[in-house]
């Protein structure tokens, strides 16, 4: 997948892929792989939250894409909307390199004593 993380706090959770490598037959960044880097960086801040001992283990995502990308990178971020003892939700927006939007996901962790 080629993921780079930029950033990582339990607040912020930035992370850069590749499209090319990640597209379907048409070329287009393939939709699996935009779910793929969105609950990469979520899991992330989630784990991040947990802190150690403890473990975020996803229980839902959806995404919503809104364009395609061809080439470069495209990068995302993901904050927390709720940030709690058990659950913790998190928004991703994914853009390409102009800063258009691609899709937006959210993702729900559980989390657990390791």
């Given at each position: 997948?080629?993921?780079?993380?930029?950033?990582?706090?339990?607040?912020?959770?930035?992370?850069?892929?590749?499209?090319?490598?990640?597209?379907?037959?048409?070329?287009?960044?393939?939709?699996?792989a935009?779910?793929v880097?969105?609950?990469?960086?979520g899991?992330?801040?989630?784990?991040?939250?947990?802190?150690?001992?403890?473990?975020?283990v996803?229980?839902?995502?959806?995404?919503?894409?809104?364009?395609?990308?061809?080439s470069?990178?495209?990068?995302?971020?993901?904050?927390?909307?709720?940030?709690?003892r058990?659950?913790a939700?998190?928004?991703?927006?994914?853009?390409?390199?102009?800063?258009?939007?691609?899709?937006?996901?959210?993702?729900?962790?559980?989390?657990?004593?390791?």
């Amino acid at each position: 997948m080629g993921i780079e993380f930029l950033e990582a706090t339990p607040e912020r959770v930035v992370a850069r892929m590749p499209v090319e490598g990640n597209t379907q037959p048409y070329g287009l960044l393939h939709g699996g792989a935009s779910v793929v880097l969105a609950e990469t960086v979520g899991s992330t801040g989630a784990a991040l939250h947990a802190g150690p001992g403890r473990i975020a283990v996803g229980v839902e995502i959806n995404a919503t894409h809104h364009r395609s990308a061809t080439s470069g990178f495209v990068t995302a971020v993901a904050t927390p909307l709720h940030a709690g003892r058990t659950l913790a939700s998190y928004e991703i927006e994914i853009s390409d390199e102009a800063g258009r939007r691609v899709c937006t996901s959210r993702l729900t962790c559980m989390l657990r004593d390791a």
